[in-house]
């Protein structure tokens, strides 16, 4: 992980730009009456129609390959969806369209890819990682694609896929079958087969197959039900290695997710804008239970970040409710003292705000994501140094936020698009159940006060 560092902090300014670049550019005209249950508007303010968006929590459940007493191995993972012009976001993975004509793309993308080792080591080996590549994808509908990959691990094994995917859909069930043939260089062989860093063991390489069926039901409005399951055969060097114990593995996911309704057509016009928050923060290592009750206690180093985030709006109802839902992408920078160097950590998540209007306006907001950071930050290594894990640079983000209109607060039309808030900025891996982010139990919370300006 530490050698993704400057691609995801380019990434994430990339995104950040493309994102701005993206929502539409008419202007809206100011309302003539203004009362403060109403949400007032500037011509500075832009339209922004519904996007393609999505947030899912599943069970992923695989067999393990190896000769090992566990068979099976379990981890909880959400995901994030999102569809632009440009950038996307498909659960597992990420990118962007470098090229597009009718029938073709050309992606540059990262992927998670899983190691499955039995849990109680996972920690220790932090086997899951990021891939990096590129995909070549030729569409001969709507309902089937082929996709081209070339993609390399971070240590720079290279594997290549090639894959056949199709798209049906009954009333409310929607499926995605898909077929595929992954090339695998000796290198990638020998290091997540032969184990050749425990065994010394090197192996050649190989082309496995893989066939399976995602599966989509829409329950009712934004809630839909997830399923997957897949079948891997091994290549023959792969599964003679001293260290496999059989040539099918299997993998299986289980969730739901909040996605747009497949029954209503986008809105073209959001009543919801764009925002730009500014942020600083200081750590503590108190829980996250403890903060909401108010026993907070101070880091004895005060060590401190700030950060900048940008919310692209996704749309502004959530079950026929006026939650106004963002993408929200962010840079963090975590400033050098006594126990730690500057250090940087980008996030991508997606927000939910609800608004109050009484007396005055005022919203509760929460988000949900990935935080990665280039160096894990002294508040969340000491925490793991007492707890026996050894940190992870990738762990789930969760913001928390409360903030308060300053044009209503003050009766100043300047300021109607200004927020001053509080926010909590936690990193944390979900309780030792997910293995992508080393299945570890902690993390780092930090009290943060923001402003906030909506465009």
Same mark, same amino acid.
């Given at each position: ?42 011509? &500075?303010? $832009?339209? !922004? %129609? *519904? ?6 929590? =599943?069970?992923?459940?695989? +067999? ?71 995909? &070549?994808? $030729?569409? !001969? %509908? *709507? ?6 990959? =070339?993609?390399?691990?971070? +240590? ?8 056949q995917s199709w798209y049906f ?94 029954s209503k057509a986008k809105k ?188």
């Open positions: 992980m530490r050698y993704c560092t400057a691609i995801s902090l380019t990434l994430a300014l990339l995104t950040s730009a493309n994102l701005y670049a993206e929502s539409t550019s008419i202007e809206k005209s100011p309302s003539s009456s203004k009362s403060v249950s109403s949400t007032s508007e500037n011509k &500075a303010n $832009k339209v !922004f %129609s *519904e996007q393609t968006w999505g947030l899912g929590v =599943l069970v992923r459940n695989a +067999e393990i390959p190896f000769d090992t007493e566990a068979d099976n191995v379990t981890s909880f993972v959400p995901m994030m969806f999102y569809q632009g012009e440009t950038f996307f976001i498909r659960g597992l993975e990420g990118g962007a369209h470098v090229y597009q004509n009718n029938d073709w793309q050309f992606n540059a993308m990262a992927r998670m890819r899983f190691f499955d080792i039995p849990a109680e080591y996972q920690n220790a080996v932090q086997g899951d990682t990021i891939d990096l590549g590129f995909q &070549a994808r $030729k569409s !001969f %509908s *709507e309902k089937s694609f082929l996709d081209i990959e =070339l993609f390399s691990d971070l +240590e720079g094994n290279p594997y290549a896929n090639l894959s859909q009954h009333n409310s069930w929607e499926f995605m079958p898909k077929v595929s043939a992954r090339y695998k260089s000796a290198s990638f062989n020998s290091h997540y087969y032969a184990l050749r860093d425990l065994t010394e063991q090197t192996i050649g390489a190989g082309i496995e197959v893989n066939g399976g069926v995602e599966t989509r039901y829409h329950v009712a409005k934004n809630f839909y039900l997830l399923a997957s399951v897949n079948g891997t055969l091994l290549d023959k060097n792969a599964y003679q290695s001293d260290a496999v114990s059989q040539r099918w593995q299997t993998e299986a996911y289980l969730g739901f997710a909040f996605f747009n309704d497949i073209s016009d959001l009543t919801n804008h764009g925002y730009l928050r500014l942020a600083h923060g200081w750590a503590t290592p108190s829980n996250i239970g403890d903060i909401l009750a108010g026993d907070t206690v101070k880091d004895e180093y005060n060590n401190q970040l700030s950060s900048i985030f940008y919310g692209l709006p996704l749309t502004d109802e959530l079950f026929s409710l006026p939650l106004d839902i963002y993408l929200t992408p962010g840079f963090v920078w975590h400033w050098n003292s006594e126990v730690q160097d500057s250090e940087q950590e980008v996030v991508l998540a997606i927000k939910a705000y609800y608004t109050i209007n009484w007396p005055v306006r005022w919203r509760f907001g929460l988000a949900e994501g990935l935080s990665y950071a280039s160096e894990v930050s002294y508040i969340e290594a000491s925490e793991m140094e007492r707890k026996g894990y050894r940190p992870s640079e990738l762990m789930n983000y969760i913001g928390f936020t409360l903030d308060i209109n300053l044009g209503d607060v003050f009766n100043v039309n300047a300021l109607n698009e200004t927020w001053l808030g509080y926010s909590i900025h936690h990193r944390s891996a979900i309780f030792e159940s997910a293995s992508q982010f080393g299945r570890i139990k902690g993390g780092s919370n930090y009290n943060t006060v923001y402003i906030q300006f909506d465009f």
